[in-house]
């Protein structure tokens, strides 16, 4: 027992001396690990060298030279300022043949060189803007591929609340808002909305997202929800998607989309309406007009309101000059006289969809200026264009309607929360613009 008593407390003694004499060694060697490990944490937090990209290449091993596309200037021009020879630029323009045809460069487009960096400044890559969005990347390796690319997009969410003195392209204008957006809303609204009644007072409501690029913005909008007051009343414009299709619909589910447009053009003005008695500033006399003139430029698409198949397409000299005739169910029929042209393929029997275009605004015929001469018939009988009604396509199905109920109501909140109102001066629904004359 006293052996026992004994062994336990030189065990114990021994513990005690152990601890004293490593103590001092365990502590270098904490010391060594901390100092190991801020060596450590200062390598790991060295600045890495960046790679800078330019059209996906890394451009440091380059000479980058950028121009614009000249007048009469083609890709043989440009290349052979950088002593590009003859036959390289044939090699290369077949191997483009089925990605970019290289005659389609046009003036005013960018382009980029990557150029090597020896004592001859070879050419290594060629990059040509087609738009805003796509580039074209020419190899000159041989076995290299020639694609085109795609620049990264972003986009901002906007909202613009605008009251209407004036039209609708002036009133983006003046809000700072891209106008080509007053485009989109003709578009979404063009079986609603009479765009050439548009009264003082009418105002537009709309959230939306507009793509940029490289910071600069795009005509490119995706209009969330909208409400157009025409008239004092409100007009909804709801997104959904329904059978994988998107459309817009009004605040009851009914589709925006209706069997026929209200106009057969986008940008225009009436100068004559639906008479049974109008003087006629060719004859000179009194006679029925059963028609409506939408005065436009010489050269503005002409679009057909609705489905159906070209019964006539023909020439009235003393009349209608060039005119389509669409059937497009056993009641209705429509006409577009004084045509300057037809569109390519317009022929009778063609079958055509809504919107599709089937000639240009002229003033053949009995015409004092460009216009077009639209009229529809209804069991044969002439009546007013601008007061026939069309019945909506498919609307919300009951099962996708509590689906729909929520998101309307969730957009219709955002729209009515605050926004700023731009008050204008009154004029024309939408002004013609050069880039669509």
């Not at 390796?141 to 085109?148: H, L």
Request: with cysteine.
């Amino acid at each position: 027992m006293k052996k026992t008593k004994w062994i336990w407390i030189w065990a114990a003694i021994g513990l005690v001396l152990g601890i004293i004499i490593f103590w001092p060694s365990n502590r270098g060697n904490k010391e060594a690990i901390l100092e190991a490990s801020a060596v450590e944490e200062v390598i790991d937090t060295t600045e890495q060298q960046q790679i800078h990209y330019k059209y996906g290449i890394p451009d440091e091993n380059f000479i980058i030279e950028e121009g614009t596309v000249g007048k009469n200037e083609n890709l043989s021009l440009i290349l052979s300022k950088y002593k590009v020879s003859p036959a390289k630029i044939h090699e290369i323009s077949q191997r483009c043949k089925d990605i970019f045809d290289v005659r389609s460069i046009r003036r005013g487009q960018n382009y980029t060189l990557f150029l090597a960096q020896d004592s001859l400044h070879t050419p290594e890559f060629f990059i040509y803007e087609k738009n805003a969005l796509e580039y074209v990347v020419i190899d000159f390796k041989e076995t290299a591929d020639i694609y085109v690319g795609k620049k990264d997009i972003t986009t901002k969410e906007k909202m613009a609340n605008i009251i209407i003195n004036s039209n609708l392209w002036n009133a983006m204008v003046d809000a700072q808002t891209d106008p080509m957006l007053a485009v989109t809303l003709s578009d979404i609204y063009a079986w609603s909305i009479d765009f050439y009644g548009i009264a003082k007072g009418d105002s537009v409501r709309v959230l939306y997202e507009q793509s940029y690029v490289e910071d600069k913005p795009l005509q490119d909008f995706n209009v969330k929800a909208a409400i157009f007051t025409n008239s004092s009343q409100d007009f909804y414009a709801i997104p959904f998607e329904q059978n994988e299709k998107l459309a817009y619909f009004d605040e009851d589910g009914n589709s925006l989309q209706k069997t026929f447009l209200k106009a057969p053009l986008k940008y225009s003005r009436i100068s004559s309406g639906f008479s049974n008695n109008r003087f006629h500033p060719v004859l000179k006399r009194y006679r029925a007009h059963h028609g409506v003139d939408y005065a436009a430029p010489t050269g503005t698409e002409v679009h057909t309101i609705g489905d159906g198949v070209v019964v006539k397409k023909a020439y009235q000299a003393n009349g209608g000059g060039n005119y389509v005739t669409i059937k497009h169910n056993s009641v209705y029929t429509t006409t577009y006289m004084h045509l300057s042209k037809f569109a390519k393929g317009i022929q009778p029997g063609k079958r055509v969809k809504q919107g599709d275009v089937i000639g240009y605004v002229g003033s053949t015929g009995l015409a004092t200026g460009p216009h077009l001469d639209f009229r529809v018939y209804k069991n044969g009988t002439p009546i007013n264009p601008l007061k026939m009604s069309s019945p909506p396509k498919e609307p919300i199905s009951p099962e996708n309607m509590p689906r729909f109920i929520q998101m309307r109501d969730s957009l219709v909140k955002l729209l009515k929360n605050n926004l700023n109102v731009l008050t204008i001066d009154k004029n024309h629904p939408i002004r013609n613009h050069k880039s669509r004359d």
